[in-house]
Structures are given as C-alpha cells and as structure tokens.
C-alpha cells in the first residue's frame, strides 16, 4: 500500500521516454484532471518504487522534476507534498471536432493523394511508373560528394529569401543560354519545387472562388492544391496540337495552368498556332498562365518550341521551371521566372512562407550548373532517355494495330497507349494479371475530369533500363494475348 | 542597307543569352507586335550580319530557329520568309495592373519585412543583432563532412510528405527522453522551419477574418503571416510572469500564439500558474495554441518548466520546434508535434504546399540526433552560451541603475535593456553614435504593437565572443557617457 494518497495506485506509465519522466507525467496528469487534490501528500520514493518496480533514485529524480517545476514541493520530515497549482476550472475539454478552415474542408473533400512516383510499398520489378527518373549513379555521387564544399559556400546564415544568389544567376544564365528564354537573376525565385511554385502562385493572384483553367487529363497534385485554395477549376480538353483553346470559356478567368512543352500526362506538344491563340485569348480574358515546364530538357524531336514566356509580350506568363525530373525528386528545388508586376509579391509569400529554401543545396545545385556539369549529364540522360525511348516504343509498335495504339512520345519520360480490344470493365483484371507477372501498369483514365472511351496507360519509362523495358513489353504481350484469348 | 524589310534596320538586340537567340528573339518579337508582316522576306544572313556586325553564320543559326519553331520558312532561291503564324488579335496588353489577390494586397500592405538575423549589407564589427546564433565551426564542419553519407541513405525519390522516418523517429525519442513530451514518430511532421509550421497551422485552422491572438510584444514575421493570411489580429500585453492572461480577450478565438518558454523577444519565461490559466482560457473559448518552443535548448535556469503540450490534457497545443536557433538557420528544418484532431489535415496541407522537405539534410540530421552530436553540441553550445551571457551582462550591470535596466537574461540568446536617461528623440542618434564606433544596437519597440513608455534594445549576444562582448559593453558604455554629458 502506498499510505495516503490511493490515487497513486492507479498510476499507469505511458512506456514514453525515460522512466523518471514518465512517473512524473503520470503525477502531474493525476494533478491536472484533479485525481490528486492539492496540498495531497505523495507516497514515500521506496513505497512508489516498490509498488512501481523501479528504482528508488528515479522516484526521486521523478519529485525532484515536479519540485522544481512547482508542481509539489519537498520540505523536511512532512515529504513531498502536492501544491496548489490548479485554479479551479477545467482543462481537459477537447477542442470543438471538425474546427478546421474551409481550406481544411476542402483538403478532406479531395481524394488520398500521394505525390507521383512515390515510393510504393510493394513495386513490381518491371514498374512502368512514371515520375521515376533517369538516375545516373555517377552524377548522384558527383553531386553528393560535392555537398561539404557547396555548405561551407553557403554558410550558416538565414537564406536569402528569392534564393542563393550565385544559383539565381547560374539559372538565368542557363535559360538565356540554353533555352532563348530572356531573363536575369533577379527574376528568378527559387522554390522548393513545382507544387510550391504554384502554391505561391494561387496566393498572389486567387482569391477563393477565382475561375482557373487546367488542361484535361491533368497533373492531380496541380489540380487538388487549386481545389484546396477555393479556386473554381474549368477543365479544358487537348487534342493533338494541345489545348483546344477554341473550347476555353469565354467568361473572365484569373489563371491558367498549362504544360505546353510535353503536356501531362498526354504527352502532347503544343503548337506554335495554339501557343500564340492562348496568349491571344489570355489577353481578351484577363488570364494569368502558369507554363509548367517540368521536364522540356528531355525532349528529343528537332522541333525546339518557344515556350509561352518567349512569346509572351505582355508580362503574363509565369515560367515555372523544377530540377525533380532533370535531377533527382529528392531534391526539392525548383524556380519561378517572375513577370515583374508580381515579382515583389511571389517574394513576400515565399518569405512569409517559408523564409527561403535551404542554402546547401542550392550552393551545390548552382556549381553543378555552373561548372557544366548539368549540361554534360543532360545530355548524358538525353542520351539515354533516348534509347530506352526507342527500346520500348520499338516494342510495343509491335503490338500496335491490333491490341494498341500510341499516343505521341517524342518528347519527355513518359507517353500514354490505348487499348483497342479492352473494356474498362476488364481493366483492373489486366492490370492485376501483369501484377502478377511482375509488370507494373497504371492506368491513365484517373488523370481525366472527363474520362476517355477507352482504358489506356500511362507508361513511365526512364527508370528501367533497355534490357529491363525489353522485358516489361514480352510480359505486356503475354499479358494482351491471353485476355485476347 | 538590308533590303526589302526596313522593320530590320531598328532590330535592337537585348543582349541577353548567345547572339543568335537575341537575333531570332528580336525578329520573333517584331513579327509578334506586327512590325514585321506575314510572308515579308528576311534579309540575306549577310546582309544582316553586316548590318548587325556579327558573322554570317550566326544570322543563319537564328534563321534556322526561326524556321524550327515555324516562324519562317526557307525556300531555295526565294531567302527566308516569315510564316503566317499569327491570327488576328493583339497579345501585347498588359494584364490588368493590380490584379492580385486579397492575400497580395495584406502582403502589400505590411512594412517591409526581413528575416530576424539575416545578413545585412554592411554590418557593425561588434552587432548585438539577436538571430545569429552560436556556430561551433567544428560541429559545423562535421555536420557538413556528413552530408554525402547522409544523401546516400536519402536517396533520389520523392521524400515522404511527413518527413524522413529516422529523423521522426529521432526527434520524438529526443522529445520524450529530454523534454519529458510525450509523443511518437507518427506525431511529428517534419517542415522547413518555425514559418512553415505557421503557414501549415493556419491553413488548416483559420479562415480569414477568424480571430487570433499574439503577445505583444511579438515576433514580427509571425505576425505578418496572421495578418498576410487575412486573421484578426489582437495582441496581449506580457507582464514579468509572462502572456497576462486575466487581459485575454473573452471573445471567441481561433488561435493563439505563444512563447512560454522565452517569450520573443522579451526574454520572459511563463510561469506554470500563468499556463496553466492559460490553457483553461483556451479550453472556455475555444483557442487552439500555437507554442513556439524556438530556443529552449538554451534555457540555464534550474527551472525546466513544462511545456504547454506536457499540461495540454484536451489535445488543443500544437508544438513547434526548429533547428534554426540550436544547430544553424541555413538549415531550414523544424517539427510539429501535431495533436491527432488536425494531423491528417496538417500533413495534407504540407503535400499540397511543396511535397515534403528535401530529404538529404533530414537524413544528416536524423544521423547527428541518434548518434549523440546533437546533444553534445547542446551541451557544449549551452556552456559556451552561458559565459557569453554572464560576459555581457556582467558589464552591463556595472551601467545598471544608472543609466539603464536590464529585462530577464536567464534563458535562450538574448534579453532586452532599457533606457532610463534617454528619450524616444535621442535613440536615433545614440544609435548612430554606436554604430560610427563599431557597435550594432537594435531597439525593442519596433517588435511592439503598443510601444512601451521608455526606449529599449534588443541585445543577442550568441554571436560575439566573450572578448568581443566586453569590446561591445565598453563601446556602449562610452556611448552613454558622451550622452549623459
């Protein structure tokens, strides 16, 4: 028996942390809900120690934290005595459920969403998964080992808000270079990839409520953070010269987001005709546009498009440009090519989100660019990208005709194909049935506000190799000629 | 003289990029705002080098853009002529100057905010500038000799939205084991920094309009980000037991922001009576509380008070702890430690604001916490924190009574003093008086919403060596005295 206090008997440890804390949790919790009433006095440290199995020194460790946080104090020959901390009133009310925001509500209304490409917990070996990117082993340890020296660059200080200056203008440097895009450092923000760019982006210019225009099938990350925001989202089809911008409303739109260079998860390039009707329209209609370029880099066809930003005479494409797809997804980086009427703003919303990106990587990014090494591995990866390109698409116009057909894949890591001989409803079997094989398939029809006639795929390729894609096609085959049978 | 299309003698290059993007950008742009007409025949790539004094083949590589993009075409005989690319229409007006958001409109409207401790462009030798925190350069070099091992085990795909597993894992066991906080990995969403946890917490709490409540005086940026975010805004006066509870609004408030354990930037330490009434105003209207834990490693005091979240019995305190203040603050990582009513909702509103932190610096940080580092660097930055504190405030006391008082010093990096000679109209020139002399002074008012009756400044010492701490008394001394003279 513990002697006075029977409340203690009733003691439950939370197994969290080290033993003292816990004991001295359970004390004060029993304190606070008013199990033990002030002035009480605890039990003897042997007695609670008995009665607890511990050691007598951590009960005292236990009292001695509850001493000096005021919760008990200890005096000679009378022991340790609860205090009367607790003004009369309750504390352990919960707070109202369901009191979150109306951004909140919104988040819950979307479905469960996981970033593309994530890590899955059991893959197939032959994943056609797209947001896997090409990785090369020598570029990645190049680059990590040249993490050490790009902190001692970088330093310990806070980062500079719009980004490390030296990988700023490493940036700007590249896309007038490289790209023909007419820019300098300090239209440059760096973010921490594409969904904060646009994150940003919604802060500066929607109110909840704003009509937005995305392109049909759609990026879902894009969508559902417009969506969360209160943005009203119109989808608008792609045919294959991309978006049919006969068909956008003609009602008064804040902001379009498109992906002009390899649209996704079509697959289509935008033309030059379209390219200069959107601008036309975003004119008449007031309409910011957001040019997602997440992965131009990669594009392999002799036909290099000026991106809406070259176009644009008018200030009003925001250029959004990441290093996910080119690099690797790990490192969250990415930048904004500011129009200057909302640089200063997409600035404050950056600082006032974040303060600004951490500097090591960006000092590490900024070298890589600036010593050639990006460009080398671009092309590098190009290279690659090619061949698997070719390697797959290769294989499956073998099955095109009469089982599938291709939509265009030119450009980019990734292209869709259609079934011609499956309904939907004998999808999920086939895609469970190349599970089985090994082969990971993934449908394309989740990427539809409106969904298509006919199931088809989205094939991600740049994360297997030749051999290993040559594969994936033999178990794709197997797999169409036993549902054709 | 270049022919045919005079338009071509006013090209202006903007020498932005390789020459022969400026060549095709500038004729682009003539043919975009109808300078140049459709079908008009370029000039001969000699005749424009000439005119441009730059080499044929340059002129001809711009033609060949120009062409690829199906700007123009080139026929045998016939030189170069500019498609009919572009229908009727102008693309040239500006969007609507103003069109931003309500949220860009609160941003536009706050005073120009800079990060607490950024680097300022030319700074005092001696600057008692609070936010530069002590750096060991030998956990800083051991830290940053980690970062390649560390990547390694990060690896290339996209982090988990809630953080690095280890990391979680560490920062709740380092919790439960030296804070005495009872929580697990599952609780803990890793962000990049104090600022992120806010943005997180006020998305998924506030609608804007809904009321909110901050100490005053208060942390600047934090309260911009309210603001910013469309929250009423009321502040509450801190007396010497810290937030003056009895003064709180009784009106319905959504949150409330606090600093218990060293209020920023009075250098107060709540007391266990004050929270505990806090948490029973919470609990009768309705308040969840944001309790930033920003420098408590630093606390010197035999005191260790409870965190909110330890007496938080009703799951209403949202703890939120950085790495900004006890390692460095380019390294842009802090945790919430979320209550389960609003978890799955916080880690929504992370995904949709930028997919997850960057992973490799997660994982060196993960490593230093779980291999002892990080507890050992505290300990020795603790020591070296505490001397550097008695240094200055030892010299300051010798001024004491005199000339100024000095504001609780025991915990964290930093205290405030106050002027007892000197008005409001002379803190300009003492100021500048300082700064001549080499000596960096920061007042306190600013930080207040109600301003106090005296002047004040804001001293961080964690930056100065001790030597340089007794160069800066001495210099502050003889400011004084030529002032009381």
Redesign the interface.
Known sequence: MLGPNTELNRLVL?K???RY?QI??AI??AV??GRIGAESRLPSASALAAELAVSRPCVQRAYR?LC????AVARPRSGTRVTQ???P?????????G??????AR??S?PL?T?????ASARPTFDLLY???L?HAET?HS???N??SA??R????????GGYLPLRRAIANY???RR?????ASDILV???T??AL?LVE?????SG?RVVVEDPRYP?AT??LL?HGAKVTSCRIDQEGLVVSELPRARI?LTFVTPSHQFPSGVVM???RR??L??W???T?S?ILEDDYDTEFHSG?????TLR???????VIYVGSF?KTL??????GYIVC?K??RD?LF??K???????????QAALGAFINSGRYERHLRKSLKEIASRRRAIVKGLQGLEGRHIEIGPYQAGMHFVIWFLGLGFDRLDAFIKRAKSLGLGLHPIHPYYRFPPSRPGLLIGYAGLTVGQLRTAVQLFGRCLESQAR
Request: hydrophobic share 40%; glycine share 10%.
């Open positions: 939370d969290n942390g080290t804390h001295a949790r004060r919790q606070l809900d934290l000096a946080e005021g919760f901390v607790m003004p009133g309750d504390i352990s009310a919960k707070p109202r459920s009191a979150t925001s109306r951004y909140a988040l819950q979307l969403i970033p593309i490409g994530a890590p947001g896997e990117p990785v990645f680059w990590r080992r993490l050490s902190a001692l970088a330093g310990t200080a806070y980062p500079p808000t896309l007038s270079r023909g895009l007419s820019c300098d973010v921490g990839g969904q904060q994150t802060r500066v210019l929607l109110n704003d990350l559902h953070s969360a804040r033309t030059l005709g200069l009707q601008l036309q975003a004119t008449r007031g910011w002799d036909k290099p498009l000026p070259t176009l644009d005479l008018a200030g009003r996910s690797f997804p790990s490192l969250r980086l129009p009427a909302i703003d404050r919303a600082l006032l989100d974040d303060l600004g990106s951490a500097t090591t990587e």
